[in-house]
Every structure is written in C-alpha cells, then in structure tokens.
C-alpha cells in the first residue's frame, strides 16, 4: 500500500531558530500533500494544503511566512517552521491523496507518522 | 464540507462489537465517508471507506442508510490494540483538493 515517510519524527530547538520537517511518498506520486498540526488530546488541524510546483494554500489563521511550505516535486514536501518558539511546539503530520486501490472517484488520505517539535 | 459529529469517547472490554456512529446531515452527493484509526503520536490510518450501504473488509464494517446522513463504524471482537481514537471523515477529496476536516473524534478504551 501507499506509504508516506516523515521525518524527523522528534525534533527540540532552540526559540528563534529554524526546523525542516520532510515528508515523502515513497510509493505513489503526491500531487497534493496536506500539512495538520495537532496539540496534545486535540484532533488534527488543517494548516496548509501544498501542491507540487505551486504555492501552498493555507488555512485561515496560519501564518504563511511562519510555515514555509515548499512541495519541488511529486514525492517531496518540506514544512519550515521559522524563528520557532515555545507556542510552535506541537505534533506536525503530513499527509499525500492516494486512490484507493482498485476502486474509482474517491481517494483516501495516508499519513506520515508525525513529527513531534518541541521549542525550548 | 460536510461537519461530523461524533461521541467523544466510548468504552468497551475485549471481544465485544465496538459500533461507533457519525452523524453528517450535510453530506453531499459526491461525498464519501472515511473512517481514521489513530493511536497516540502516530500519524492516522486508512481503516474503511464506503458511499452508501454496507462495506466490509478484514478489519471492520461501515454501515451506511440509505439518507446518508450518519454511518456507523462496527468494530468485531476489539482487543486491547484497539484502543485509539477514531475519526469520520466525509467529502469528494477526489475533488475538493483533497481537503477534509477532521472532528473531535472517538476515544475508544478497550479494557480487559
């Protein structure tokens, strides 16, 4: 089955630095991969949708300057979070838009495994 | 896109039929539903898919009315690894960029 590699999956910084979270397909090619940011007991969020040799697309309230979406090619998008700070600490998840296997008209999502990011 | 609710959690022992239902009064035409396993600090995973009636695979069964407006994720026999939270998912993500909302989800807790 499809298969998205994410990494790194746990990350401590610095305040004021910068982290690159990357996520790949390794199995199918991802026109659209989606970005969520989840906070402990909560469910995911929605930050960005990247498409491969666009600009992303972000969610209302996500800074597009603060999270740095670059999607170069069909297998690879990065997140940067910029100048991190203790408030960006969270669970990060990509995910890439598959066909289901021997179906038509409805795509399923997969998931990478997540990236914890924690500021000091 | 269509909102879901759910129960917030839900509690079974092991070796019971676990039935989790969504309700989605806004669901569209071209609307699918998806259900999501997640566990703690792993990305979700695909567990069924269906458009209307019943789908079944080797893990669960998808129940959906003929309205669509709620569908029911049956869980057979659940064991301990089966606590996780669960989410429905509906919306044409073949079309609409792929673009899903997540709800809040089921906390199942499987006791022994």
């Known amino acids: 089955g499809a298969v998205v590699s994410q990494h790194p999956s746990w990350v401590i910084c610095k305040s004021g630095t910068s982290v690159k979270i990357e996520c790949r397909s390794l199995d199918f090619q991802a026109t659209t991969m989606f970005w969520y940011r989840q906070f402990p007991k909560q469910s995911l969020m929605l930050m960005a949708t990247?498409?491969?040799?666009?600009?992303?697309?972000?969610e209302q309230g996500v800074e597009k300057d603060k999270f740095l979406i670059n999607h170069a090619s069909l297998t690879l998008s990065t997140l940067t979070v910029t100048s991190a700070h203790p408030e960006d600490s969270s669970f990060y998840i990509c995910?890439?838009?598959?066909?289901?296997?021997?179906?038509?008209?409805?795509?399923?999502?997969?998931f990478g495994a997540g990236s914890r990011l924690t500021v000091l | 896109l269509a909102k879901t609710t759910q129960p917030i959690s839900m509690d079974s022992y092991e070796g019971q039929e676990v039935n989790i239902t969504c309700s989605h009064n806004?669901?569209?035409?071209?609307?699918?539903i998806t259900w999501y396993q997640q566990f703690p600090s792993q990305g979700p995973r695909f567990i069924i898919q269906g458009y209307k009636t019943k789908v079944t695979n080797e893990v669960a069964s998808l129940f959906i009315p003929a309205d669509r407006k709620s569908s029911t994720l049956s869980l057979p026999r659940v064991s301990l690894s089966d606590t996780a939270v669960y989410y429905c998912l509906v919306g044409d993500i073949s079309t609409n960029a792929g673009k899903s909302t997540f709800g809040d989800g089921t906390t199942l807790t499987v006791k022994p």
């Open positions: 806004n669901i569209a035409t071209n609307d699918y």
């Open positions: 995910s890439g838009s598959t066909l289901r296997q021997g179906r038509t008209g409805a795509n399923v999502l997969t």
């Open positions: 990247s498409n491969e040799g666009s600009k992303a697309t972000y």
